[in-house]
């Protein structure tokens, strides 16, 4: 019996790191007050980008990022990181699941630590 085939998936590729001022300006967007990035690497090559698109970095638009590392640390600015504490979430999302798998309550929502650690990229 033949397989059906199937049409290929059309992968949308986002751009990242400093493709996305360019992108943002082709979309005719306005420049964003402030970026958040997941990775410091990510956060980085935004910052990069909007740096070599004249735009100026805290003063126009500020860059954070969700995990601290050594791309975070080494840019000019340096970037400011919002440590998520992954552990800890991990764990509160972990009990929430197993309650409500049981056929409990969950106690939820749960706050969780975070710990901002402020550099230059957010510095005004």
């Known amino acids: 019996m033949p397989q059906a085939q199937r049409a290929p998936r059309r992968r949308r590729r986002l751009p990242g790191g400093p493709r996305v001022p360019a992108h943002l300006r082709r979309q005719k967007r306005a420049r964003p007050d402030a970026v958040f990035c997941l990775t410091g690497r990510h956060a980085a090559g935004v910052q990069r980008g909007l740096l070599a698109r004249g735009v100026r970095v805290p003063e126009e638009t500020l860059v954070v990022t969700g995990s ?41 929502p749960r706050l969780t630590r975070a710990r901002f650690r402020p550099r230059a990229s957010t510095r005004r």
């Open 68 to 108: 601290d590392s050594e791309h975070a640390r080494n840019s000019r600015p340096a970037v400011s990181a919002l440590e998520l504490n992954p552990v800890d979430s991990s764990a509160a999302l972990l009990d929430i699941l197993q309650s409500l798998i049981a056929g409990r309550p969950a106690d939820a």
